[in-house]
């Protein structure tokens, strides 16, 4: 084992390349085009064995993925904000291929208006494609799930795509430190790719035909995909206990964070949980019972690990770094409807909105939503949306509409 100091996009490539990929098929976009750099260099020295393309656009490059993916090679690739939504029709379609590949998605925020910084609307816009879905915290995470990631998209028992999500800026370009693990220890943990269902080979031609199906036989195979991202949720515990047996880290579907007597939860996803801990930690040192719960799996949902850190708290918010015009935060109402044939669900369950775009979440944001937890004693299970946002970020705003020679009412 080697310890290096590595941006997160630094981790995913070194992720990928631990695994042994066979195909990287690749088009830059920023802030994902660093671990596209890295691995170019090493396909270009000799490091990685394979083959490096660069096509025309992050459609070609998901479809060629796929493809290559059809033809039982390990194959990476990685992408970001528009080109995920670009590459958006390929990603239903090779999750209907069953092709077992491993993407990275570095979160931007979705235009307009345009913005660089993080947050969730680009990666959770593809929660319905079939795609099972890992969201790392660290960059060691992010090193960690792709290796998870490649045996639980091979795995018989799911053969479907993977997406490995880290956050642009706060991860992909901070630094920190990361356990590169010995490569003789990774392939005992992930051996060579050895296809364990039908592919295509030059050398034995087949014919297979995404033909016009009647609805009886779409629906059967909508459902199978289905069962296929179900099954990940075991899968993905069995990889976590191998993992942590061969590398001491543990990984669940969730992380908890002095949850064992909490009477308040914050429920977040990503790089921006570690702003949460500091909270919560900010929290106890003043006597409060508060704790944490994280997301790592976002498809398949962990309901059941969900309903049963969440039922029977006296106050749950889920903070959100997305936002879906018209209804609110898109996990607080997936948790919420997780969390609705529950008899002991929460009291309060409240939705808030931050980190839009990679903004700021203040200590005063965090500690503003534990005063409406804490004053509010019961509010609508389906309650409204609130965005954190402060005085000062209200001032930025009527700067820019000054500087526009508009009025804050937008005139």
Not at 237 to 266: C, H, N, W
Not at 300 to 329: H, I, K, M, N, Y
């Amino acid at each position: 084992m080697v310890r290096m100091l590595l941006t997160g996009n630094a981790a995913a490539a070194w992720g990928a390349r631990l695994a042994d990929i066979d195909y990287v098929p690749a088009f830059p976009i920023t802030p994902q085009t660093e671990i596209i750099e890295s691995l170019a260099a090493w396909f270009a020295d000799g490091t990685l064995q394979g083959k490096f393309v660069t096509l025309d656009s992050e459609h070609a490059m998901m479809t060629a993925a796929g493809a290559a993916a059809a033809t039982g090679v390990r194959t990476f690739t990685a992408t970001s904000s528009q080109g995920l939504l670009y590459a958006m029709e390929a990603l239903y379609t090779i999750a209907g291929w069953r092709a077992p590949l491993v993407l990275v998605n570095v979160s931007r925020g979705l235009s307009a208006p345009i913005t660089l910084g993080p947050d969730h609307n680009d990666v959770l816009a593809a929660r319905d494609t079939g795609f099972v879905q890992i969201h790392a915290e660290t960059c060691q995470e992010v090193l960690d799930s792709i290796l998870m990631a490649f045996h639980i998209a091979e795995d018989s028992r799911v053969w479907a795509p993977v997406l490995v999500n880290l956050d642009g800026f706060y991860l992909s370009f901070t630094r920190e430190s990361v356990d590169i693990p010995d490569e003789a220890a990774v392939r005992s943990f992930l051996p060579a790719y050895q296809p364990k269902h039908p592919v295509f080979r030059a050398s034995q031609p087949m014919a297979q035909g995404v033909a016009v199906l009647d609805s009886s036989i779409y629906s059967y195979f909508r459902y199978q995909l289905h069962r296929a991202v179900e099954n990940a949720g075991p899968v993905h515990a069995e990889v976590s206990a191998r993992f942590q047996a061969q590398f001491g880290r543990p990984y669940g579907a969730i992380e908890t964070y002095d949850t064992d007597d909490a009477e308040t939860l914050l429920v977040m996803a990503g790089s921006f949980a570690t702003k949460g801990k500091a909270a919560v930690r900010h929290w106890r040192r003043q006597g409060k019972r508060v704790g944490l719960v994280r997301l790592r799996l976002i498809r398949p949902l962990p309901v059941r690990e969900l309903t049963e850190v969440l039922s029977g708290r006296r106050a749950v918010a889920v903070l959100d770094q997305s936002l879906s015009p018209g209804l609110g935060g898109i996990l607080y109402h997936e948790i919420a409807a997780a969390l609705a044939a529950s008899p002991q669900r929460p009291q309060v369950l409240r939705s808030f909105i931050g980190g839009l775009g990679g903004k700021d979440i203040s200590q005063a944001e965090f500690d503003y939503l534990l005063e409406e937890l804490e004053t509010v004693k019961a509010t609508p299970y389906f309650g409204q949306p609130e965005l954190l946002f402060t005085e000062r970020d209200r001032a930025r705003v009527r700067q820019q509409l000054a500087l526009a020679g508009k009025s804050p009412e937008g005139g």
